[in-house]
């Protein structure tokens, strides 16, 4: 037994909303509600995400001594009260005699039973009780041994009658047409066990009637848990799990099991084993290869080697405990070859279990290096080396190496390579995390080298590489998983990877450093910080813009906490090993499988403030004097019980404005602290391995309270003047008509305009605030960057109200793009480095500082270029602004390269409409009174984007040097 192997396990507790961790049993129903049972009686209903407390009048709940799931029915028994769950609730079942613990199925489709007397009996489903069948006798009894029963029945020593009897464990199956009992006894193994069958769950019992089944049960052999299965052969297999008391093995598919102890829920994964950092695996793995013996090798830094062999671990270097560095490599002859950080023998190599130090030198200083790798196209072993670049090992002979080294005097500017692939072009690709990526040109025996750059947003440096058997290359980079398709005709003279790498978005929006890469099958295997991702070349090269991907996340699906570097191993035997900081996981990857189910979207609870409220018709009514909204949601149904869905949402205001959104959303809890009077649309989406599963639209109103209602004092005021405005109509009525006449037109004119702009503008104010502070509501509270994010918010937000106030509709190009910079600073931190902003440069801002312009005249369409354009774009993009001029006007240009007006339309995301029409309504306004006026030219889908398809928005402003915005 391997003591520093257990199955992969995830534990629920007091943390996951468990709140009685005594968990007795667990069941899963015919309508996939998942039911947790504990010792006091508690039972809870689970989806993965959260527990909630089933609660039942009519079912008085305790300790829960059996279930069994047969067909559409779940038979449970509790102490002395027997119910069966069918349809969608639980039945009282009816008996006149005290039930055993033991029941089974066969002769018809139900379920039977016997009292300890030995008087068997069956379910009646329709009125729900037990019928009286038949007395055993000695005859029945003594079938037990005989081949050609269908079942059998065990008297104990203690007289009475079961249908099995521990500690002999006694189950039937059917091979072909021999039928055979099998019996086999374990001292300490729990009476209870699941049965799973292929084709689906069969449940708990001592008979199965099937061709294929597994049985698992749990047992303890000195103080430590085991959990077994046995297949048709009725060979047992057994793995350590790590728990401190009994659980009770429930199956829910040929992956993953349940086990209640008295401690919390564990969930196992049948198929992942963990070799936990401690006493026979090396701490900080560092590496992990196979030998030609199929041992599998795995190296810590500062703790030498554990091997893996078959039914035992050996740890190696012991003594001198070795620093084993990242990277190991298996050669043709089955040598493992490997570097340390020890001087002098940094260079090794493993053959049939000895160690053998390689000498190699440059400049009479021994070599180091991180990655080993063939180069086919040269047909030489290379390695990354510390402090000399690219090395290339041209003989090994008497243990000696000679190698020749790419480093800077030929343009490999990095220092120390952790990674490389070539491609097929014979080219190497190289990477170092904190320099950037360089590529060798074998043929031109010349090297081009990117450094990342801070001012540049899109430069990264890379840890891992892998080119895919279609020979595109991805990387894996200190800013999340990319992608270079078609890496031997890249032009290293003229162009920059930076530049053309394509951003994987993952499912659960991972972007921190992908340290280890691989390819199994016809996946690509990228290890981050957070998760392990599996790529589905097949669903990725479809074209469709949405490539499956799945993740097992650390402290969910795995145990460690991040991937390690370049650690990962697909071995002889088709087993994935996977290092991380804490230990390696194995994964049985023939019988491991992925979830492929399917889901949908419900909602669980809606409150405003501490009252619950409910859908009326179709629409949800928020009470006016509470328009705090929480809304709780999740899965309807998750028959796999991972965590593996996660929600985007968004609240929309009159179709078009984004108040509120959120992505990569697991909690499942939508919160809006005040929804002033409105309409609005909560948009909410599910999406699983990075396809959308369901979408939910819930309309919302917030009524005007009476005070609030236009209407209520327009009708108000209509009463105040019927009242008085009798007597005064008279009174005034001819002084009225006379100052009537005296008005000039033109005075009227300005005044109306002069009304309209303070009218404008006074509109920029909520619209702007609206668009601003709703998203940065949405922001974490405890997020560092918020605090930058608000000050540049409440620059604005504070020259907005002055300006409002003083009912400015001008001001100058200075100020305007001080109110640009701190917007832009805002969007920076929100998308990250998928928005890349390009603005004029500090003289052409001096140039034309003083130039008087309309407020928030170029802010607006930056605005809609980067909420209706780029953030609809998955793969991000740019938003520039310039400013030009020619001889007779000022020229503002906005363009970007999102999805289009067109296609932002046709999603619903139709820009800032009231923003823009302000703008028209100036222009409209300050034309009348200019010669020459502001136009206004839209250019759609000016650029060629992603797949040949035409995307992007221009906007040309072009104003007047002449233009005035004098009214008088």
């Not at 086919?376 to 290339?392: E, M, N, P």
Request: aromatic content about 14%; glycine content about 8%; overall charge positive.
């Amino acid at each position: 037994m391997l003591n520093s192997q257990c199955l992969t396990a995830r534990k629920y507790g007091f943390e996951d909303g468990l709140e009685n961790i005594y968990c007795h049993s667990t069941v899963m129903m015919p309508d996939t509600n998942f039911f947790v049972i504990a010792g006091s009686g508690n039972v809870y209903i689970f989806d993965g995400y959260r527990f909630t407390r089933y609660v039942n009048d009519s079912v008085q709940f305790a300790s829960t001594s059996c279930y069994y799931r047969f067909k559409d029915m779940v038979y449970i028994q509790m102490n002395r009260n027997c119910y069966v769950y069918s349809r969608g609730k639980f039945h009282k079942v009816n008996s006149s005699f005290q039930i055993n613990r033991e029941f089974t199925t066969y002769q018809s489709d139900t379920i039977w039973t016997l009292d300890y007397q030995g008087n068997e009996y069956y379910l009646d489903d329709r009125n729900f009780n037990f019928v009286f069948y038949r007395k055993l006798n000695n005859r029945l009894i003594k079938k037990l041994n005989s081949n050609n029963t269908k079942y059998f029945y065990r008297k104990g020593s203690n007289g009475f009658y079961s249908i099995y009897y521990m500690p002999l464990i006694t189950f039937y199956s059917i091979a072909g047409n021999e039928n055979k009992i099998y019996q086999k006894k374990f001292d300490n193994a729990f009476s209870q066990f699941s049965f799973f069958k292929k084709s689906g769950i069969v449940g708990n019992g001592s008979t199965v009637e099937s061709t294929r089944f597994e049985i698992s049960f749990a047992s303890n052999f000195g103080k430590q848990w085991y959990f077994y299965e046995a297949d048709n052969s009725v060979k047992l297999y057994n793995r350590k799990i790590h728990v401190n008391s009994r659980p009770n093995i429930y199956n829910i598919n040929d992956t993953y099991a349940f086990g209640a102890t008295p401690e919390g829920l564990y969930r196992f994964n049948r198929n992942i084993l963990f070799y936990q950092s401690g006493t026979n695996i090396v701490s900080s793995p560092m590496t992990v290869a196979e030998d030609n013996k199929g041992k599998i090798w795995i190296g810590g830094y500062g703790s030498g080697f554990s091997v893996v062999d078959k039914e035992k671990i050996i740890r190696r270097f012991d003594k001198r405990n070795y620093d084993i560095l990242h990277g190991a490599y298996k050669t043709t002859s089955g040598e493992i070859l490997f570097f340390t950080e020890m001087n002098p023998h940094p260079f090794w190599k493993i053959k049939n279990d000895v160690f053998i130090n390689l000498k190699i030198f440059r400049d009479n200083i021994r070599v180091t290096g991180f990655f080993i790798n063939n180069i086919d196209c040269i047909k030489k072993l290379s390695f990354g080396s510390y402090q000399f670049g690219l090395g290339v090992i041209d003989t090994i002979v008497h243990n000696e190496i000679k190698a020749h080294y790419i480093d800077s005097k030929k343009g490999l500017k990095l220092d120390n390579v952790l990674t490389f692939a070539e491609d097929n072009n014979c080219r190497i690709w190289c990477g170092r995390a904190s320099q950037g990526i360089a590529v060798y040109d074998v043929k031109k025996d010349t090297a081009f080298t990117w450094l990342v750059n801070s001012t540049d947003r899109r430069s990264f440096g890379v840890m891992s590489m892998k080119t895919d058997n279609r020979g595109n290359l991805w990387l894996g980079t200190t800013k999340g998983l990319k992608f270079l398709r078609s890496p031997g005709t890249f032009d290293i003279r003229r162009s920059s990877p930076f530049r053309i790498a394509q951003s994987i978005k993952l499912p659960d929006g991972d972007s921190s450093t992908v340290a280890f890469m691989t390819q199994v099958d016809n996946f690509i295997v990228a290890g981050s910080q957070k998760s392990v991702s599996f790529i589905d070349l097949n669903s990725f090269y479809s074209g469709t813009g949405h490539p499956l991907i799945y993740q097992l996340i650390y402290g969910e699906d795995l145990e460690g906490k991040g991937s390690a570097q370049n650690t990962v191993l697909f071995d002889s035997q088709r087993r994935l090993w996977i290092g991380s900081l804490e230990g390696v996981s194995m994964i049985d990857w023939d019988n491991f499988s992925f979830d492929t189910t399917k889901n949908k979207i419900r909602v669980f609870d809606i409150f405003a403030g501490s009252k619950k409220i409910e859908f009326q018709g179709d629409k949800l009514i928020i009470p006016v004097d509470n328009r705090n909204l929480n809304i709780s949601f999740g899965p309807a149904k998750n028959p796999s019980m991972l965590k593996n869905i996660f929600f985007s949402y968004y609240l929309i205001k009159n179709k078009s404005d984004t108040l509120i959104s959120k992505e990569h959303d697991q909690k499942g809890e939508f919160n809006a602290e005040y929804l002033p009077p409105g309409n609005y649309n909560l948009i909410i989406k599910a999406f699983k391995h990075g396809q959308l599963m369901d979408t939910m639209s819930i309309a919302i109103k917030s009524p005007y309270a009476l005070g609030e209602n236009p209407w209520f004092w327009t009708l108000l005021s209509g009463i105040f003047v019927l009242g008085i405005g009798g007597y005064l109509y008279n009174r005034n009525l001819q002084k009225r008509k006379d100052m009537q006449k005296d008005l000039e037109f033109s005075n009227l004119r300005n005044e109306r305009n002069l009304l309209q702009i303070q009218s404008i503008i006074s509109t920029f104010n909520p619209h702007f605030i609206n668009n601003s502070l709703h998203w940065v509501q949405s922001k974490y509270r405890k997020d560092p960057e918020t605090v930058i994010l608000i000050g540049r918010l409440s620059e604005n937000i504070a020259y907005i109200f002055r300006a409002t106030k003083e009912g400015k509709a001008f001001h100058t190009l200075g100020e305007e793009l001080g109110i640009v910079k701190n917007y832009l600073e805002i969007q920076k931190i929100r998308f990250k480095e998928s928005l890349n902003v390009i603005v004029p440069g500090d003289e052409s801002i001096e140039k034309y500082r003083n130039v008087p312009i309309i407020i928030l005249q170029l802010q607006i369409h930056l605005e809609n270029a980067i909420e209706h354009g780029l953030r609809n774009n998955e793969t991000g993009g740019y938003v520039k602004l310039q400013i030009n001029e020619d001889e007779n006007n000022i020229i503002y240009i906005i363009e970007d390269n999102g999805v289009g007006r067109k296609k932002a339309a046709n999603i619903g995301s139709q820009g800032t409409q009231s923003g823009i029409e302000m703008l028209k309504k100036l222009h409209m306004i300050f034309n009348q009174a200019n010669t020459n006026k502001i136009t206004q030219i839209y250019e759609d889908e000016f650029v060629e984007g992603p797949g040949n398809e035409r995307c992007g928005t221009r906007v040309t402003i072009m104003v007047p040097k002449d233009y005035s915005y004098s009214l008088e």
